[in-house]
């Protein structure tokens, strides 16, 4: 199943009960005092965070949610019941934008619990209005209605690492053989169509789709996934020993990185030359070469057929993170 990390769903809260007129029985009288209760408070709609990156996935076909409205008020000055309340869970990392009103309210740890949208009060029943001068009141009011609207939920991966390049560039393949995650490989454009994450000594990889020459203006897959780099500690920027220009490749992506957010730009990055076991031990040198000239940055050769190249990445990779 495809992962669902952009979805707008209708959420409503309950409304509040009503109030009622109600009087207590008097031996030798019609009615003795007011005794109407109060309705109860519509139920809530709750965002809960999970640690399940396909959780928006449940609201792909149930679309509206509306939380249980509260019970009236009785005699003997008896409280209705609450309504109660819809809890929807979401992945940590989403960001729910109440489409309405503008606000935005991220849930970033698991267990996190938000009221988005409140209930109803209820309505106040005859008991409430008893005052001196008014020892008899005939009056009780509705609940309210609760608050509801459309809720456009948006995911960002919260991953500490995120890697990034052409598509072919490796990045699925290095994430696989780093973390055992079984992202999809092959030698075809766009192969990883979804962000894959995988744990790699308790840190989180992410490998995001493949990016292309205008992604961050809406080309291509990528522009859809860049979101899912912004909250990364840092980038691993893999760029192929295969492909013709190498300069040229790493800094196309820096730009539509840079493009899409200045605070990418600013991201720690670790340049990867990928796919060194197809090239000559004398070109990669060269190539490793090429790409410091111009980026002015360390490149770390990364095979994943090379087990002394895999494990030097990730003992780097290691220090890094714990460094972060």
Do not use: C
Not at 250 to 267: D, F
Not at 301 to 306: A, L, M, Q, R
Request: no cysteine; charged share 25%; hydrophobic share 35%.
């Amino acid at each position: 199943m495809a992962l669902v990390d952009d979805i707008i769903i209708y959420a409503s809260a309950g409304t509040g009960g009503a109030g009622v007129v109600r009087w207590l029985h008097a031996k030798g009288k019609d009615k003795g005092g007011p005794s109407g209760g109060d309705g109860g408070r519509g139920g809530d709609i709750i965002l809960e965070g999970v640690r399940d990156m396909a959780a928006l996935s449940n609201y792909r076909y149930e679309k509206k949610f509306r939380a249980e409205n509260g019970k009236s008020g009785d005699n003997y000055d008896r409280h209705g019941a609450d309504g109660k309340d819809i809890i929807l869970k979401v992945p940590v990392g989403t960001i729910a934008h109440n489409t309405t009103t503008g606000e935005k309210i991220e849930i970033l740890e698991a267990g996190q619990k938000v009221v988005f949208f409140k209930g109803g009060p209820g309505g106040f029943g005859n008991d409430h209005f008893k005052s001196s001068t008014n020892q008899n009141p005939q009056t009780a009011t509705q609940g309210k209605a609760g608050q509801g609207g459309d809720i456009h939920f948006t995911l960002k991966l919260i991953a500490d690492v995120g890697f990034v390049g052409f598509p072919n560039a490796g990045k699925s393949s290095l994430l696989n053989a780093l973390t055992r995650a079984h992202s999809k490989v092959g030698a075809y454009p766009f192969t990883t169509l979804e962000p894959y994450l995988g744990d790699f000594y308790g840190f989180v990889l992410a490998d995001i789709p493949g990016l292309i020459e205008g992604a961050s203006s809406g080309k291509g897959l990528g522009s859809k996934f860049l979101r899912h780099i912004e909250r990364t500690k840092f980038i691993t920027h893999l760029v192929s020993a295969e492909q013709e220009d190498l300069v040229s490749a790493y800094t196309n992506i820096r730009k539509e990185l840079e493009t899409y957010s200045p605070n990418l730009a600013e991201k720690p990055e670790i340049i990867v030359l990928s796919k060194i076991d197809t090239v000559s031990p004398e070109e990669g040198k060269r190539l490793i070469d090429e790409l410091k000239k111009a980026t002015g940055k360390e490149v770390i050769p990364v095979s994943i057929i090379d087990d002394a190249a895999l494990k030097n990445f990730s003992d780097m990779l290691v220090k890094y993170l714990r460094a972060a």
